[in-house]
Structures are given as C-alpha cells and as structure tokens.
C-alpha cells in the first residue's frame, strides 16, 4: 500500500503563485501514476492534473490548463504541483492520488492523501 502525503497549502492572495507537493512512501516504484484533485468547500471534489511517474505526457483539467503544471521527481517518489496566476476559485483543499493505472487515478478511484487547503483572497 502506498500513503501520500501533501503540503505546501496555504494563504495567498489572487494573481499569486504556489507549489504543492506530495511524497508517496511505502510499497512505491517507478510503474504508478499519481495525480491531484481538489474539492471546494460544499462542493465536489475535481480533478486536476495528473501524470505517470514513468514519463509520458500530462493531464490537466480545462479549468486549470496553462496556469497550473505537475511535475515529478521520480528519485523522491514526489509529485509537484505548480500554481500560477491563482484565483479565488482556486480555494480548495487539494488531494494528491495514486494508483498503478493513470486512468485510474484521473477518475479518482486511487489512494488518497490527507489534503492540503489553499486559500485564494481576492
């Protein structure tokens, strides 16, 4: 089993720039994908990007395409992610994901980590 583990979330104001990051420990290897969703308060939780630790190209939900990037460092079984140009609407508590199969972790049926809020003032 592989626990993630997020942080990098915080206060920041509209326009800023952040970057998340989540360690997976445990029965980890280069052949799992890992991803990021998000869920709003009172809201449902979305995904957002992805991206297999082997390589291959990256997923983006439309909503965050060209602001936000994910990235890997495979060394470290760490994904990142790298927010640009945020909005209120970013506001979220961000959950990193895993699974062998990346289409799996895009529906959202991976483990989860704990979550990490980001807070966006206007």
């Known amino acids: 089993q592989v626990q993630l583990t997020e942080s990098g979330g915080g206060l920041v104001q509209a326009g800023d720039s952040l970057t998340l990051s989540c360690v997976a420990s445990?029965?980890?290897?280069?052949?799992?994908?890992m991803g990021w969703f998000r869920q709003p308060q009172g809201k449902t939780r979305d995904f957002v990007a992805a991206?297999?630790?082997?390589?291959?190209?990256?997923t983006y939900a439309d909503s965050v395409k060209g602001r936000f990037t994910i990235s890997r460092d495979k060394e470290k079984h760490t994904i990142y992610l790298h927010m640009n140009a945020l909005k209120p609407e970013d506001a979220a508590v961000y959950y990193c994901?895993?699974?062998?199969?990346?289409?799996?972790?895009?529906?959202?049926?991976?483990?989860w980590g704990q979550g990490t809020q980001v807070t966006v003032s206007s």
């Open positions: 991206m297999h630790m082997s390589g291959g190209s990256p």
């Open positions: 445990g029965r980890t290897n280069s052949q799992y994908a």
């Open positions: 994901t895993a699974d062998p199969r990346l289409t799996t972790v895009e529906k959202g049926f991976g483990v």
